[in-house]
């Protein structure tokens, strides 16, 4: 008698006797909970934090503090594809006055997009994986877009 198939672990494939074979599924979660929203969060400014063009930029010119900043990271996200409504600040403000500080260029918001899907590829996949991905490429449009555009 074969196992129960655990859906994203394995899936029996043999039903001779005494032989029992596995086939290993891979499963990546979908980005539809708080769980998997702050585990992709986690890994993405991993990477961002590592990156040789971004990093600095988030380290040494924002300064950010990570216990301060991941915490609204995800929950902006979780607002973004779960609906929740933990975040409440404005986000263009706040890289307005980055911007201000250092001007953010196109290469700077296709680097953060690129970092960003490659977490995704990774790691992560179903709808609300997909609506990240739209959502990222919206965000990283608009803020291009307005940061550039001249002051009123």
Same mark, same amino acid.
């Given at each position: 008698?074969?196992?129960?198939?655990?859906?994203?672990?394995?899936?029996?494939?043999?039903?001779?006797?005494?032989?029992?074979?596995?086939?290993?599924?891979?499963?990546?979660?979908?980005?539809?909970?708080?769980?998997?929203?702050?585990?992709?969060?986690?890994?993405?400014?991993?990477?961002?934090?590592?990156?040789?063009?971004?990093?600095?930029?988030?380290?040494?010119?924002? @300064?950010? %503090?990570?216990?301060?900043? *991941?915490?609204?990271?995800?929950?902006?996200?979780?607002?973004?594809?779960? =609906? /929740?409504? !933990?975040?409440?600040?404005?986000?263009?403000?706040?890289?307005?006055?980055?911007?201000?500080?250092?001007?953010?260029? @196109?290469? %700077?918001?296709?680097?953060? *997009?690129?970092?960003?899907?490659?977490?995704?590829?990774?790691?992560?996949? =179903? /709808?609300? !994986?997909?609506?990240?991905?739209?959502?990222?490429?919206?965000?990283?449009?608009?803020?291009?877009?307005?940061?550039? @555009?001249?002051?009123?």
């Amino acid at each position: 008698m074969l196992p129960e198939p655990v859906p994203g672990v394995y899936w029996p494939v043999s039903n001779q006797p005494g032989v029992i074979t596995v086939t290993a599924v891979a499963h990546k979660p979908d980005l539809d909970t708080r769980e998997h929203i702050e585990q992709f969060v986690d890994r993405f400014y991993a990477r961002v934090l590592t990156d040789q063009h971004l990093a600095p930029i988030f380290l040494d010119v924002a @300064a950010i %503090d990570l216990a301060v900043h *991941l915490p609204h990271i995800k929950d902006y996200w979780c607002k973004l594809l779960l =609906g /929740e409504r !933990a975040y409440r600040r404005h986000t263009m403000n706040i890289h307005r006055q980055l911007h201000g500080k250092q001007t953010l260029r @196109a290469g %700077d918001f296709q680097r953060w *997009l690129d970092l960003f899907n490659a977490t995704l590829d990774d790691g992560f996949a =179903g /709808e609300g !994986a997909k609506r990240a991905r739209q959502v990222a490429a919206a965000i990283a449009a608009n803020m291009e877009t307005s940061l550039s @555009a001249p002051a009123r």
